[in-house]
């Protein structure tokens, strides 16, 4: 079984701030890693994932998150925040074998960025 | 393109009745999810759809809820004798595949609120 912890239900921020959402994973076999971003009154959107290769990971508006397979983290960074980062960001994983492509979500962090 | 649509947007339904949530998923998608997002909570794991098929159910709660794909495309879940505990937003996805690390697209949820 896996299982994903989102550490902060909440991370209020002022804009142009670094901001760390915390993502730790619990899985008995090898997983791909995601990161999920809700904007508010908008659906589910995919922000990165990790599936193979190099171990930090990029999205087009600067977000980042490295995976690290020994601490089992997918912390997600940005060195610079904008309000309209102002949403809510789910960490997933799902299985590398024959499991199908489900996804196991984290409860979910709140950021919020203050002017 | 046309992302994934579901329909209706919002359910109000009484205790004890029977409901069907539809989802249009992507042309051209063969994997097909539904999970359930309860509030202050990630998105949860129902069943996915791999063709026709139902590929895994493991996720459904208890026999009242059931969900179908006759030919491949549309889905309709259905749940039976509906209690409280069964509002939520319930989201649906599709995949160009069902094998893990391909993205799933979601679209905007079905709000259902059993009174």
């Known amino acids: 079984a896996q299982s994903v912890t989102q550490l902060d239900s909440q991370v209020p921020v002022f804009e142009e701030a670094p901001v760390e959402l915390r993502c730790n994973y619990s899985s008995s076999v090898s997983v791909y890693l995601f990161w999920y971003v809700q904007y508010p009154n908008q659906g589910l959107q995919l922000l990165l994932k990790?599936?193979?290769?190099?171990?930090l990971v990029e999205s087009i508006n600067g977000f980042e998150a490295e995976f690290n397979k020994s601490q089992t983290s997918f912390h997600l960074r940005k060195p610079s925040v904008h309000i309209s980062d102002t949403a809510e960001y789910f960490c997933?994983?799902?299985?590398?074998?024959?499991?199908?492509?489900?996804?196991?979500f984290g409860q979910g962090t709140e950021l919020s960025v203050k002017p | 393109g046309a992302g994934v649509s579901q329909t209706p947007s919002n359910k109000v339904t009484e205790k004890g009745k029977y409901v069907e949530l539809r989802c249009d998923p992507i042309?051209?998608?063969?994997?097909l999810y539904w999970y359930r997002q309860s509030l202050g909570q990630g998105p949860e794991f129902l069943i996915y759809?791999?063709?026709?098929?139902?590929?895994?159910d493991s996720g459904l709660p208890n026999d009242r809820f059931f969900a179908v794909r006759p030919e491949g495309s549309v889905s309709t879940l259905k749940i039976q004798r509906t209690e409280r505990g069964d509002s939520a937003v319930y989201l649906c996805?599709?995949?160009?595949?069902?094998?893990?690390?391909?993205?799933?697209?979601f679209g905007p949820g079905t709000r259902l609120t059993v009174t």
């Open positions: 997933a994983v799902s299985d590398r074998g024959n499991q199908g492509g489900k996804l196991i």
């Open positions: 759809f791999q063709g026709t098929g139902a590929a895994d």
């Open positions: 990790y599936l193979s290769g190099s171990t």
């Open positions: 042309s051209g998608h063969t994997a």
């Open positions: 996805a599709s995949s160009l595949d069902s094998r893990g690390g391909y993205e799933q697209y």
